[in-house]
T-cell receptor
Framework: ELKVEQNPLFLSMQEGKNYTIYCNYSTTSDRLYWYRQDPGKSLESLFVLLSNGAVKQEGRLMASLDTKARLSTLHITAAVHDLSATYFCAVEGVRYSGGGADGLTFGKGTHLIIQP | DADVTQTPRNRITKTGKRIMLECSQT?????MYWYRQDPGLGLRLIYY???????NKGEISDGYSVSRQAQAKFSLSLESAIPNQTALYFC???????????????FGEGSRLTVL
């Protein structure tokens, strides 16, 4: 059974600070996804990481993937209030020969509050 | 208009009632999914479908059934709703990217169900 663990689950930080959210998963996978969810809203795709060593950056967010360690990180640089949200990482399940996967397995999410 | 549309967006019902949540998409994707979100538990997969003739159980399918009426429509039914099915339900779609071979999910706005 694929397990995805995020930590921390809750994070309160001040604007201007840096921090990292960690995502560990229990099986071999070279595809990892990060999503953002605002309160009461849907999930918005942030990053798709497709291979070992992949690094992607968008504004103050940077995501990386280490498939050997089964670890992905989401780094926040000089946080601003607008980044307050819940962040989810997700890993693909079984990948079939036809290229499909049986959906994504999600972590429990990291609830991030950035205070002015 | 949203690419993935869920109806109803909010529903309050009583124990024992039959409920159907509907999802339609204009993205032209073959793969559709139903997830359930509970506070502190992240998202859990209920059912998924790779095409109209291929429906599969997810992690938590007990108490739920689905119907794939067409490529663009995937409905979730609760035959006899119970209070612990109170949750936020998301429909999602995906299509394998032939270049990157990713299974990125695209989510609807969610359907909030309360069972009294």
């Amino acid at each position: 059974e694929l397990k995805v663990e995020q930590n921390p689950l809750f994070l309160s930080m001040q604007e201007g600070k840096n921090y990292t959210i960690y995502c560990n998963y229990s099986t071999t996978s070279d595809r990892l996804y990060w999503y953002r969810q605002d309160p009461g809203k849907s999930l918005e795709s942030l990053f798709v990481l497709l291979s070992n060593g992949a690094v992607k950056q968008e504004g103050r967010l940077m995501a990386s993937l280490d498939t050997k360690a089964r670890l992905s990180t989401l780094h926040i640089t000089a946080a601003v209030h607008d980044l307050s949200a819940t962040y989810f990482c997700a890993v693909e399940g079984v990948r079939y020969s036809g290229g499909g996967a049986d959906g994504l397995t999600f972590g429990k999410g990291t609830h991030l509050i950035i205070q002015p | 208009d949203a690419d993935v549309t869920q109806t109803p967006r909010n529903r309050i019902t009583k124990t024992g009632k039959r409920i159907m949540l509907e999802c339609s998409q204009t993205k032209g994707h073959d793969r559709m999914y139903w997830y359930r979100q509970d506070p502190g538990l992240g998202l859990r997969l209920i059912y998924y479908s790779f095409d109209v003739k291929d429906i599969n159980k997810g992690e938590i399918s007990d108490g739920y059934s689905v119907s794939r009426q067409a490529q663009a429509k995937f409905s979730l039914s609760l035959e006899s709703a119970i209070p612990n099915q109170t949750a936020l339900y998301f429909c999602a779609t995906s299509e394998i990217d032939r270049v990157d071979n990713t299974g990125e999910l695209f989510f609807g706005e969610g359907s909030r169900l309360t069972v009294l």
